[in-house]
């Protein structure tokens, strides 16, 4: 069984097929007693109070399993909430219940009143624990300044490290490793939401790497503001604690009311990050809103056409498109309102009439004519001051009283906590999707929220309230059009986790369309999510012109072919030879998109190295993609070793040679890549 509870010795064991997490009922709650991989509970005993010396006391309290602010807590607490000068909440144990897959602990605070659930979620294959908590209020308001999801308590490891992924936009997704030494460590953002700076994802470790060691991860499940606080302490407890971001968020919790957390994601790998990654790649197939069907290749016109789309042009672009094999059309920012630059018509979601006359539905029937299906771009949180809507409700924005709000890329943010914004756009939204045909929805997020005010208690609620309000529509939009895949977007990836990814299909990881800046940000991008809802589109960047370097057609293929491939170049410029070329590229692809949105990833070679290389496995074939930045006369390109094969299995390549699984996998296979910016694509089967 996955959980047990020993009486005497008040103990929990959470087990999943490789790690044990020990959870022990003390006087404050729980203690954590130990995780990481699987162990026998009968060898462990309840903790035992420890002092370093009389000017330290009480340093076991830093593994308290969720440790509240009491007016005694010298390390980072979970919750904080009551007036000041009288936080001291004391919650003791009350009761637990054991479920299936989750257990579930409440403690009570008797004198306010309060009740406290934590709950654990065990997704076992993975090696996955989630927490989350739920705080009840039966006594008088209260103002909570912090409500984390959690903690997560690692051994005492003698120097660990943690990995996180940090960028801007158009760089998004850098790996960033750090030692970590005594001091807290804090990841976050204030942005409204998750933002590109910072993911809410972290792994922590000693000597693990690729494909060995020991690592201990997390992710957040939230789209706005967020915090993960990793601290080593001087008496060397390693932990990370992860939640709403507590920065402007106070809020008054009435009588009767509850507040629940947003969950924290935990896991074991024993493999290093490679191991990581595929259990949450598999993970997130699971339970997440990934598709089941590979993704169809898509165009997009944005990087062609930018904001003059018009029923012309992209009927240029959807016929070529067709001919070259994609099978979703996609118009981006520019087809609604006054929206011929970002300084007019967002919040007006009516076509544009000078640029589609006869409506949308004259291009949507003549791209379903060509076999396609039809999406669509739409940004609903944002409203332009040039724009219908913002004239007839300035008050639907965030604003501070008297005080100008902020503008960014020449727009305000909807106040989403206001019930009839909420309405307003899922109105305009079931109206788009109703009366068209659409399948695909990339739902973009193009600046960080600002001016939240709130008159009295605190903005907590306000900011809280935006992120499920997000979520209360995409929900409804999954649920009313279950057919139409959606794309979370935010200026490329500012909004990359896995609280939107319980209805996203995909991510756009970034505007950054270069193909070799890509593979930086692909290698980050997939420590922590699924390669199949990685968007990728090869598009004119750098160039289409040349046939050299990072802009030659094959390069710029295989850099895109690592997730979901999408076109964003305007094809309608391109020489019928080029387009034959993208043609054979999209049939190879179609061949491969399956292995790669769905099986397993081994990261083979960091393109931190000179020579990146990726492979994705399933029963029918193993794929590897690799790409030479330059060569350097007289060194030798390493042959690429590949992973997880069946060693005494025949692996067939395409030009006919074969070779068994142990060569391919201990000698490896000698790379034809030359000059700079070469790639290949290797499919064995
Ligand atoms: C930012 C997105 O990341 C782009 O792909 C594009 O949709 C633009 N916004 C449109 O304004």
Known sequence: TMILYDETQKIFTLNTRRSTTLLAIGENGLHSLYWGGTVSPEDFYPPQPVSHASFDPDIWRERDEYPIFNGRIFTEPCLIAGESGKKALFFKYQSHEVMDK????????????????????????????????????????INVSRLFSGICTL???????????????????????????PGVTVLQSRRGIPGPHFNPSFAMYENAEEETGEVWFGLLAYSGNWKISVQKTVFGNTQALAGRNDFDADEILGKGESLDTPAFYTGFSENGFGGMSRKLHDFQRTYFATRKNARPVLYNSWEATYFDVNIKSQMALAKKAADIGVELFVVDDGWFGRRNNDKAGLGDWTVNQEKFPNGLDELIDYVKGLGMEFGIWVEPEAVNPDSDLFHARPDWIYYIPDVEPMRARNQYVLDFSLPEVKEYVKDFLYKLISEHDIKFLKWDMNRPVTDVYTKSGGNGRRRRKHVETLYEIWAWLSETFPRVALESCSGGGGRVDLGILQWASEFWPSDNTDPYERLFIQEGFTQFYAPGTMTCWVTD?????????????????????????????????????????????????????????????????????????????????????????????????????????????????????????????????????????????????
């Not at 997704?173 to 970590?180: A, H, P, Y």
């Not at 998109?593 to 994705?616: C, H, K, M, N, W």
Request: glycine letters at 8%; hydrophobic letters at 35%.
């Open 102 to 141: 989750r257990l579930s602990v409440v403690l009570k605070e008797e004198k306010m009143k309060l009740t406290l659930t934590l709950l654990y979620d065990l997704f076992e294959d993975f090696d996955i624990i989630s927490r989350k908590v739920i705080l009840k209020n039966d006594g008088e308001p």
């Open 155 to 181: 051994p005492e490891l003698a120097e660990p490290n943690l990995r996180y992924l940090t960028g801007q936009w158009a760089g998004e997704c850098q790996i960033r490793d750090v030692k970590l030494e």
């Open 541 to 685: 960047t750098p160039d289409t012109a040349g046939r050299i370097g990072r802009s030659r057609t094959a390069y710029k293929f295989h850099s895109s072919m690592c997730g979901p491939l999408g076109i964003g170049v305007d094809i309608s410029k391109l020489d019928d030879e080029i387009l034959a070329e993208y043609k054979s590229h999209i049939e190879e692809y179609k061949q491969i998109r399956d292995t790669v949105q769905f099986g397993e990833l081994y990261r083979l070679s960091s393109p931190r190295t000179g020579l990146g290389a990726v492979q994705y496995s399933d029963e029918k074939q193993i794929v590897a993609l690799a790409f030479l930045h330059s060569q350097i006369f007289g060194r030798k390109i390493k042959p690429l070793r590949l992973r997880g094969l069946q060693p005494d299995r025949r692996y067939t390549l395409s030009d006919g040679r074969s070779f068994s699984g142990c060569t391919l996998m201990n000698k490896g296979i000698e790379l034809n890549l030359s000059g700079d910016f070469d790639s290949c694509c290797l499919v064995f089967r």
